[in-house]
């Protein structure tokens, strides 16, 4: 989606507006452009395709000096990727320039009233009508040409304005759109995502819905929505900057993949003490966990696989119904909760709009909401009644894998403490899962030693242009997860099915040298997945297996290639299952020769709907 950042200090503003855009640049886009007030004007310089044609054509951001402006990169949804769509916008006198994130709904109305009073437009996006308003508004105050914009426009945004009158401020402003501030000496920014500015700063201040900033590069001022000052707190970031950088890998997914393991101590390591599940600042009391009749698991993506495995897992702990809804459904779908039901929404970016408005309609009809998130201070952290961080750190690739297992494993601990709560789980297992689980990252990480085998398997089946997967209980959902990660970084087609469906439909499609990944991990349904395995193999399917090294054995004699990973708890198994999947997915990909980070049509964090 479209990446913001914004720059006032001393420095000269296109090359940092440059390096701000190529750490957003993950986040997928199409075009990307500057604006930076130099010599008395705005200048602005933007070109459809990647960030490097709009270096090449400022020289790295050398052609254009000044030490204010803005930058964007876009992902087009009103307007076709162009030169001319891409942002920022500037009104026709040329005096405004808008970046915009978001999008204005009832542009087409407000573009029409501007016409009306002759202001020509050049784009087809919803964004120009910002910087028209703005202009059209503006008699010498820019904060105040601002105020009666917002009044007018209707949707999401993230907007920074730059005024050729008043060349020492920035305007920031949010509303559905994450944006938030950065401070260091001498020099402000904005950005929509904070590994822009990271290099920077760890200062920052989280813009709430309706606010307005000010920003020079002596300071920043807040305002509410009615243009009041207010104080606003200074956060501090925890991620490294080199967590957000490739750090010798080839490719960020490739580097999240094997950084799981660590990732993994983060999120579970401290909320496990002397031998009982502490979940930190969790206001959900004793007697709320025993007044809940049911808990509904909402999400998109990866982060809704993860919400399928909490199903088999909540329901099995907690002994309550678990329903598992997909965010862009459940807000249409007259979902049946209650103050009596606890939501939890899973989200990595924390800024999934479909995710957050289905947290609100929650919210709306009386339930308490629970986020898994990673991103601190995004917006569904924010607006839920309670937080669980997953403390992966910055996610760059567009493809989930480190947020995927430290979601997995914040949920199996939620599951354990509300289970000890309500008395549904016995001492021995509760006790058993948490030692397991201590012991799970070294377990990953032997997993991640078979980085090999699965390069050569993936060098073996990378030819298939169809690929299926099957397996049953929590195993159907890792596969669903394995087809999910396949597909969009290979562009494979690729299925999954709950194994026992195939005879209903599916296996129709099994022919000669099909390959089918068989996920069966799970212990108490392995003998049907072994069966399943013959069934396909039998119609010529060419299985590769994944199962557990104590059911290695059984599996090697009817699959024909076979991916063990150690035996744990039952409930830990999907965590360390996805990994091989992952893998395979990657080095699938790699051997296409994909673009493995930015896959094409899609973007990080999906702020439309
Ligand atoms: C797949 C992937 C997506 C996300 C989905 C939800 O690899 O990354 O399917 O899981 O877009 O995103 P979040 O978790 O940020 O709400």
């Known amino acids: 989606m479209c990446g913001i950042v914004g720059y006032v200090g001393a420095e000269q503003a296109a090359p940092i507006l440059l390096d701000g855009l190529s750490r957003l640049e993950y986040r997928g886009y199409d075009s990307a452009g500057v604006a930076i007030y130099s010599q008395g004007k705005v200048r602005v310089a933007k070109a459809k395709g990647r960030l490097q044609v709009l270096s090449d054509m400022i020289q790295g951001g050398r052609a254009i000096q000044g030490t204010i402006g803005i930058g964007h990169t876009r992902w087009a949804t009103h307007g076709a990727p162009s030169d001319v769509n891409s942002h920022p916008h500037v009104s026709h006198s040329g005096n405004i320039a808008v970046v915009h994130n978001g999008i204005i709904e009832n542009y ?137 950088e490739k750090g010798g890998y080839e490719h960020f997914m490739f580097k999240e993949i094997m950084e799981q393991p660590q990732a993994l101590r983060r999120a579970v390591f401290p909320r496990i003490q002397d031998g009982e599940v502490y979940l930190e600042d969790f206001a959900l009391t004793d007697e709320d966990i025993r007044g809940l009749s049911k808990v509904y698991v909402v999400a998109c993506g990866s982060s809704y696989h993860v919400g399928m495995v909490g199903k088999y897992h909540l329901e099995r702990l907690l002994r309550k119904p678990v329903e598992v809804a997909l965010a862009s459904e459940f807000r249409y779908m007259e979902p049946i909760v209650d103050e009596h039901t606890l939501v939890i929404v899973i989200s990595q970016s924390g800024e999934t709009l479909d995710t957050m408005a289905a947290l609100r309609e929650a919210k709306r009809l009386g339930a308490k909401v629970l986020a898994i998130v990673n991103v601190v201070g995004s917006s569904i952290a924010r607006e839920a009644d309670e937080v669980l961080y997953t403390w992966a750190g910055p996610e760059i690739a567009v493809a989930t894998t480190k947020a995927y297992t430290t979601q997995l494993a914040v949920l199996n601990l939620l599951g354990l403490y509300m289970a000890r709560r309500l008395g549904t789980v016995a001492d021995e297992e509760y006790t058993q899962v948490l030692e397991q689980m201590l012991l799970l990252p070294a377990q990953m990480e032997e997993v991640l030693e078979k980085q090999s085998q699965i390069q050569y398997l993936a060098s073996q089946y990378f030819n298939h242009e169809s690929i299926f997967f099957m397996g049953r209980n929590v195993d159907y959902t890792l596969g669903l997860e394995g087809s999910l990660k396949l597909k969009e970084i290979s562009y494979i087609h690729s299925e999954a099915y709950a194994a026992g469906e195939l005879k209903h439909g599916t296996i129709s499609l099994i022919e000669d040298g099909t390959l089918v990944v068989a996920v069966g991990t799970y212990g108490p349904l392995f003998d049907k997945a072994l069966s399943n395995v013959v069934e396909v193999k039998s119609r010529g399917a060419s299985v590769l297996a994944l199962t557990t090294q104590s059911q290695g054995e059984r599996m090697a004699e009817v699959a024909n290639d076979l991916v063990t990973i150690p035996d744990t708890h039952p409930l830990l198994l999907p965590s360390l299952g996805v990994v091989p999947l992952q893998l395979f997915a990657y080095y699938v990909a790699l051997h296409r020769g994909c673009d493995i980070d930015k896959p094409r049509n899609l973007a990080k964090s999906v702020t439309v709907e």
């Open 108 to 244: 087409a109305e407000l573009k029409s009233f501007l016409q009306s009073k002759g202001v020509p437009f050049v784009s087809e996006t919803d964004s120009e009508v910002v910087a028209q308003l703005v202009e059209y508004f503006y008699q010498g105050d820019l904060l105040e040409a601002v105020g009666r914009v917002l009044h007018r426009i209707q949707g999401a945004y993230a907007l920074g304005i730059l005024c050729c009158d008043q060349p020492d401020q920035l305007i920031a402003v949010r509303k559905d759109s994450p944006l938030i501030l950065g401070l260091a000496e001498g020099a402000n920014f904005l950005a929509s995502d904070v590994t822009a500015i990271l290099r920077h700063t760890r200062d920052v201040i989280y813009m709430e819905d309706g606010e307005v900033a000010v920003l020079t590069s002596q300071g920043v001022q807040c305002y509410n929505s009615l243009l009041q000052p207010i104080t606003k707190e200074v956060s501090q970031v925890d991620w490294e900057v080199d967590a957000a």
